[in-house]
Structure formats: C-alpha cells, structure tokens
C-alpha cells in the first residue's frame, strides 16, 4: 500500500470512528458535552498518532511515478502546507479540550471545538481525495525525437504563414 492510500485508510478510519460513536452516544445517553469531549480527545490521538506523522514523513502524499522534479517539489511544499495547517488544527483542538475541562462546559467554547473539528474535516476530506481525482500534470514537455521534429515543422509552418 501506497504511503498515501495509508495516509487515507488513516483518516477514513477516524471517520469511522466518530459515526460508531454516534451510534453509542445515541444508546448509552451520552450528554452532548461528553460526546464533544469524547470525540476531541479521540481526534487530537488520531492526528497526533497516525495522521501527522504519515503527512510529515519524506514523500506521504507523493503519488507514485510523479511526470518530473518540479512536480515533487510542488507535492513537497503541498505535504507540508497541509501538515501545518493540520498540525495547528490539532494543536487548537488540544487547547480547547483542556478548557473545556479546566472551566467546565461552555456554549462559546463548544462551538469553538466544533468548529476546529469542522476544519479537521475538511483537510482530511482533501487528503482523501488527493491522488483520487485529481491529475496532476507534467510541468515539462518530454517529446519523442519524432513530436519534436513535427513541432518543428509545424513551428517552421506558422512562421512561414506569419511573413
């Protein structure tokens, strides 16, 4: 397995994770401050266990076969945008859950941790999807001696129409 389909097997699993305890909230009368708090500390060790460690790791959202350097340079830059964006995220996330804790449940602080969860998400739905759907083009132009003779030509042909 690809270090990026680990990467998403990662992430889906987490997702996984919070739709079964949706199903246990749901059973066992969980309130809703102890269903937050359930699924902010189960996100903060998924993250800092699994998830950030494969994003920071050398080429883990590399596709296989990349068209030429610059591409891996610009997958690089990417791998670490995303881990920083993630990495602070989670370091949030962390903060708000030891409020949360410290100063018992508030309303403001609640919606905070949702919405830091929210953006959690929607990263991770972006790794999910990276490599799926997304082509990711050469940045060069690699022509067989016979394209490079017919661009030629065809170069040759414009300029020649252009006088």
Known sequence: MTDIRVLQAEIARWEKDLAALEEERTAEGWTEPETLLFIVQRTIGTYRRQVLPRITAERALMLPAL?????????????????????????????????????GQTAQLQLQATETLAGLRALGRVVLRFGQEVEIPSLTARLTPEQSDQLTTAVHAYEKDLR
């Open 67 to 103: 068209p030429d350097s610059r591409a891996a340079e610009a997958l690089t830059e990417y791998s670490a945008i995303v881990a920083d964006e993630i990495n602070q995220l989670v370091d949030r996330l962390d903060e708000l859950r030891r409020e949360l804790v410290r100063s």
